[in-house]
């Protein structure tokens, strides 16, 4: 089945413990990107990927490191977590990052930082 | 810098009764358009889009959108809603030229539905 996967779901963490976020889709797609969402903030960007190797910060990239050495895998990475990044992020990917290519989401992970 | 604006934030309807959700976007170019719905608990799917061509797209579960360039509107409509469209509702824009992909999304919709 074609799909994002998230791991873990929720995490429950600390300030300052370092955590990675994985995501992966098996489309073989290009685009990957990183999103958190808010209440009545919407979703944001925070880093996304228009292929292995190459990365960009997106709308709200503090706080965040991404990597993207496979196609597949694009994990977000929170060095030192704080409490202002309890927020759910969502994973997307597409076939490539131009025009006429939808955005696929993952399940969400739901991430709380005391 | 591009955005899109959601008119309301929480819309209750009663079954059966008719739903508009506006959006508006910013940015004067060539764009794709979308809605996606979040059902409580849930990811986000893809509700419909536009990319070309008709400007009155039709989407799953009996939604429908018309982009109005004119406008620069995207506004999502169902003439009967049912309890199970209980969710939110967002609408996104992507530019063709500039930032190479990257969605931008307004802040949600909340739509519930009283049975």
């Known amino acids: 089945e074609a799909q994002v996967t998230q791991n873990p779901r929720y995490l429950i963490t600390v300030t300052g413990k370092k955590l990675t976020v994985t995501c992966s889709q098996n489309m073989n797609h290009e685009y990957m990107s990183w999103y958190r969402q808010d209440p009545g903030l919407g979703l944001r960007q925070i880093y996304y990927s228009m292929n292995v190797e190459v990365t960009d910060k997106g709308d709200v990239p503090e706080g965040y490191k991404v990597s993207r050495k496979e196609k597949r895998n694009f994990p977000l990475i929170l060095e030192s977590p704080s409490p202002n990044q309890t927020s759910l992020y969502f994973c997307?990917?597409?076939?490539?990052?131009?025009?006429?290519?939808?955005?696929?989401f993952g399940p969400g992970t739901r991430l709380t930082v005391l | 810098a591009q955005s899109v604006s959601q008119h309301n934030h929480h819309v209750i309807l009663s079954e059966a009764a008719s739903l508009e959700l506006g959006c508006n976007y910013s940015?004067?170019?060539?764009?794709?358009l979308f809605w996606y719905v979040q059902y409580p608990g849930q990811h986000l799917q893809l509700l419909l889009k536009y990319f070309s061509g008709d400007p009155l797209v039709k989407g799953i579960k009996g939604f429908e959108a018309e982009f109005i360039k004119s406008k620069f509107s995207f506004n999502l409509r169902k003439p009967s809603v049912q309890w199970s469209d209980t969710a939110e509702y967002f609408c996104?824009?992507?530019?063709?030229?500039?930032?190479?992909?990257?969605?931008?999304f307004g802040k949600g919709t909340k739509l519930s539905v009283k049975p």
């Open positions: 996104a824009v992507k530019s063709i030229w500039g930032s190479q992909g990257n969605l931008i």
């Open positions: 997307a990917s597409s076939p490539r990052g131009g025009a006429g290519n939808e955005q696929f």
């Open positions: 940015y004067g170019g060539t764009v794709n």
